[in-house]
């Protein structure tokens, strides 16, 4: 448990003594699967855990502390998952190295 008393995916598991699913299902049946946030829409809490990580990933978390965090098995299911994301940020990146060459062409001119 952390400080602020939220837990990972893995450690209410163990904390709860069961699997994945189960934990799942007891979100679900204790309504939590879904949120309504103001008056935007009806979200299941299954959304809430791909907003999650796509946000840290757009922040910089590296992506082996955001499978933790999930509690994914394998880096690669990761990986996989948020392959878009990973692909955006590269295309952000390659963006922002061409802006600054090209500005420092013209500094140098």
């Given at each position: 448990?952390?400080?602020?008393?939220?837990?990972?995916?893995?450690?209410?598991?163990?904390?709860?003594?069961?699997g994945?699913?189960?934990?799942?299902?007891?979100?679900?049946?204790?309504?939590?699967?879904?949120?309504?946030?103001?008056?935007?829409?009806?979200?299941?809490?299954?959304d809430?855990?791909?907003?999650?990580?796509?946000?840290?990933?757009?922040?910089?978390?590296?992506?082996?502390?955001?499978?933790?965090?999930?509690?994914?098995?394998?880096?690669?299911?990761?990986?996989?998952?948020?392959?878009?994301?990973?692909?955006?940020?590269?295309?952000?990146?390659?963006?922002?190295?061409?802006?600054?060459?090209?500005?420092?062409?013209?500094?140098?001119?």
């Open positions: 448990m952390h400080d602020d008393g939220l837990l990972t995916v893995p450690e209410a598991m163990a904390r709860l003594r069961i994945r699913s189960a934990l799942y299902d007891l979100l679900r049946t204790r309504c939590l699967a879904s949120l309504t946030i103001g008056r935007v829409r009806r979200i299941r809490f299954h809430l855990r791909h907003s999650t990580a796509t946000l840290l990933l757009e922040q910089g978390v590296e992506l082996v502390v955001i499978k933790e965090l999930l509690g994914h098995a394998h880096i690669g299911v990761t990986a996989t998952v948020y392959a878009h994301v990973r692909l955006r940020l590269q295309r952000n990146a390659i963006d922002l190295l061409g802006r600054t060459l090209h500005n420092s062409t013209e500094t140098t001119d």
